[in-house]
């Protein structure tokens, strides 16, 4: 006899309807069907790009670096972009559409201006170092400015300082639209 107000467990083969049973069925009759078969191979990229995970900064010396960026005032545009003479166009398109992958990423939300700056020298003089191509910057859409977005303009105005920069735009939509930027950095010069 069984008490009151007690969950009564019933089993599954009981639950299932006809319906279920049926695709219950179908599903057996195709696992067996399968059974053997080997995926087919192919040698196109997959649909979607990985990620790769931040790599962290080496840490900071102790000497402030020797090449401060300097500071304007001027409207920043929603979509930014640069590029020195001499660019070619293929490449161009390519770091507007995403092609090139970031091979570092460096992230400056919340980030004061004073600091911003350091960690943005600190990164492109490493990044140079290591012989990077692309890099990612992270600046924010500013949402919380009560104007324009401080450090979206201020990488606009920094960025062209640098010799080693030959050009950086948005990123895509799905890698953070117009809150980061793709930086395209020069081989040619090397840190001693």
């Not at 019933?10 to 695709?23: A, F, H, I, T």
């Not at 067996?32 to 080997?38: F, H, I, N, P, S």
């Not at 990123?171 to 081989?187: H, I, K, M, N, Q």
Request: aromatic fraction near 8%.
């Amino acid at each position: 006899m069984q008490r009151q107000g007690s969950p009564v467990l019933v089993g599954y083969n009981s639950c299932m309807n006809s319906r279920d049973k049926e695709s219950d069925d179908e599903f057996s009759v195709f696992r067996e069907a399968m059974q053997g078969v080997k995926p087919l191979e192919h040698d196109k990229a997959s649909p979607w790009k990985q990620r790769r995970r931040p790599i962290p900064l080496e840490p900071r010396r102790e000497e402030p670096p020797d090449e401060e960026f300097a500071d304007t005032q001027e409207d920043t545009p929603d979509f930014l972009e640069f590029r020195r003479p001499g660019i070619q166009h293929r490449l161009w398109s390519d770091l507007r559409r995403g092609v090139l992958d970031p091979e570092a990423t460096l992230d400056l939300h919340g980030m004061r201006v004073r600091d911003a700056r350091q960690a943005l020298g600190h990164f492109l003089n490493q990044s140079i170092g290591a012989r990077r191509r692309c890099v990612r910057i992270i600046h924010g859409k500013g949402r919380g400015s009560s104007q324009q977005p401080v450090l979206k303009q201020r990488i606009n105005q920094w960025l062209p300082q640098k010799k080693e920069v030959l050009a950086f735009c948005s990123a895509p939509r799905w890698d953070g639209g117009t809150g980061a930027v793709y930086v395209l950095l020069s081989r040619k010069w090397e840190q001693p």
